[in-house]
Every structure is written in structure tokens, then in C-alpha cells.
């Protein structure tokens, strides 16, 4: 499967955003799918994962209340809507197509990123 994040940009502390990934293939709902982002300087981290029907969403605790994963099977998307945007949630986010899981290990497809960034 191949995967194309989007969305990203530039917003305000407070703002909000919503991040899309495009999946090419059949297999689309084969997959649990997950949002993870790394910060200029850090290691990559897990952010958000949802399960291949939809019906379950895990989150790290920094994007609890804020962040709200969801995905489409009939067209192939994941979203990721971010409210209440803090300056830490700056950085690179990438979507990845896996087993459900938090771990990078539990993903072998990855998109390509997109930068949010958010100012003070």
C-alpha cells in the first residue's frame, strides 16, 4: 500500500488542522492505520492509531482531547483533525498502514510527512 500525508501548515497556538492520508491498493482496510510525527531534533513518536473497521482509537496522552483520528474504507483515507494546537505539537507528521500497535515496529508502510507547525 502506498501512502500520501497531507494537510499540513502553518497555524497559529490554538488553531486547528486536519491532516489527511491518501492510500493507494485494495487492502486498504486490512490495515490498522496510525499518525506518528517527529520534531526537529527528536526521535520519531507514536501520536494516534485506529483499528481496520474504525471502531477503536488509541492515543498518546499529549493529543488526548485534542486530536481525533478517523478513517474512510470506501475512499481509501485516514484523517487526523488537531484542535487546540500547542507550539509542541510542531513537526513532521507521517502516517503509517501496520498491525494496531504504538510502536514503529508495528508499521511497514509509511507516507512521506507533512509539517505542521505552529507559532507563538
Known amino acids: 500500500v502506498q501512502l500520501q500525508a497531507s494537510g499540513g501548515g502553518l497555524v497559529q497556538v490554538g488553531g486547528s488542522l486536519r491532516l489527511s492520508c491518501a492510500a493507494s491498493?485494495?487492502?486498504?482496510?486490512?490495515?490498522?492505520m496510525a499518525w506518528f510525527r517527529q520534531a526537529p531534533g527528536k526521535e520519531r513518536e507514536f501520536v494516534a492509531v485506529?483499528?481496520?473497521?474504525?471502531?477503536?482509537?488509541y492515543y498518546t496522552d499529549p493529543v488526548k482531547g485534542r486530536f481525533t483520528i478517523s478513517r474512510d474504507n470506501a475512499k481509501n483515507m485516514v484523517y487526523l483533525q488537531m484542535n487546540s494546537l500547542k507550539a509542541e505539537d510542531t513537526a513532521v507528521y507521517y502516517c503509517?498502514?501496520?498491525?494496531?500497535?504504538?510502536?514503529?515496529?508495528?508499521?511497514?508502510?509509511w507516507g512521506q510527512g507533512t509539517l505542521v507547525t505552529v507559532s507563538s
Open positions: 503509517a498502514a501496520g498491525a494496531y500497535g504504538s510502536h514503529l515496529g508495528s508499521y511497514a508502510y
Open positions: 491498493g485494495r487492502t486498504f482496510s486490512s490495515y490498522a
Open positions: 485506529i483499528n481496520r473497521s474504525g471502531e477503536n482509537q
